[in-house]
């Protein structure tokens, strides 16, 4: 009877060890695919809720890519929370929960974009860094300080320093060996913020003018994060 208990007891722990033990994955060709996901659902840190997005405005898609114009000049008025809500779910947001859908389109559903957001002058949001999260449509803090002006100094364009806020897109390099893909992605999600900009008095300029890994640096970034770009968004002088 000990012996065979001795041996049950040595199964199990067999089976903790190599099944349950986080420390060991029995399937490491599955794990950055699995640790993907589980950052993606579960973010680091406190959400900050943000304003349901509006999913009706006053102007039209022919009159916002008619005024659509690059700005480079802001004046000092801080932008509010509710606009920075609007502009990032016309970047990133979610439009059919059940399949996960977003505004821009992604080679294959793949969704290659991280947004984040460096406030400098945002109405009840203190200096950070923030990430937008699609999925429960929120900022979490990343970073505390005046990251935008970090971001400033190693890349050293004015629209940089004087907009009250900044949005830097990085693609997850990891998740495709197409790098063009995240490129492309980018390039979307860009111009829905410049027609959504439209909409509300907001314009901004795209710029990738930098080096990779500077801004990666500044934003404290890893390697796998491919910054593709800079975006200064304010009210136009």
């Known amino acids: 009877m000990k012996k065979h208990?001795?041996?049950?007891?040595?199964?199990a722990a067999i089976v903790f060890v190599f099944f349950l033990s986080p420390t060991l994955p029995l399937f490491p060709s599955l794990l950055p695919?699995?640790?993907?996901?589980?950052?993606?659902?579960?973010?680091?840190?406190?959400?900050?809720?943000?304003?349901?997005?509006?999913?009706?405005?006053?102007?039209?898609?022919?009159?916002?890519?008619?005024?659509?114009?690059?700005?480079r000049s802001y004046r000092e008025d801080p932008l509010t929370i509710p606009e920075i809500s609007q502009l990032l779910w016309a970047c990133q947001g979610i439009t059919e929960p059940k399949r996960g859908?977003?505004?821009?389109p992604s080679?294959?559903?793949?969704?290659?974009?991280?947004?984040?957001?460096l406030p400098g002058n945002v109405t009840n949001l203190q200096k950070g860094m923030y990430r937008y999260e699609p999925n429960g449509h929120g900022l979490v803090k990343v970073a505390d300080g005046d990251i935008k002006e970090e971001l400033f100094k190693a890349v050293g364009q004015a629209p940089i320093k004087n907009a009250p806020?900044?949005?830097?897109?990085?693609?997850?390099s990891e998740r495709t060996t197409t790098q063009r893909w995240?490129?492309?992605?980018?390039?979307h999600a860009a111009q829905n913020v410049y027609l959504q900009g439209i909409s509300l008095?907001?314009?901004?300029?795209?710029?990738?003018?930098?080096?990779?890994?500077?801004?990666?640096?500044?934003?404290?970034?890893?390697?796998?994060?491919q910054p593709v770009y800079i975006m200064p968004i304010g009210r136009a002088k």
């Open 201 to 225: 008095g907001i314009g901004g300029v795209v710029m990738a003018g930098f080096v990779d890994e500077s801004v990666r640096k500044a934003l404290n970034m890893p390697e796998n994060r």
């Open 165 to 172: 806020a900044v949005l830097v897109f990085f693609g997850k």
């Open 5 to 11: 208990a001795f041996v049950i007891s040595s199964m």
């Open 182 to 187: 995240i490129f492309l992605e980018a390039g």
């Open 107 to 117: 080679a294959r559903a793949a969704y290659l974009l991280e947004v984040y957001l």
């Open 101 to 104: 859908l977003r505004t821009a």
């Open 33 to 71: 695919d699995f640790q993907v996901c589980a950052q993606d659902k579960q973010p680091a840190g406190e959400m900050i809720k943000l304003p349901a997005p509006h999913h009706q405005g006053n102007v039209s898609v022919e009159k916002a890519l008619t005024e659509r114009r690059s700005v």
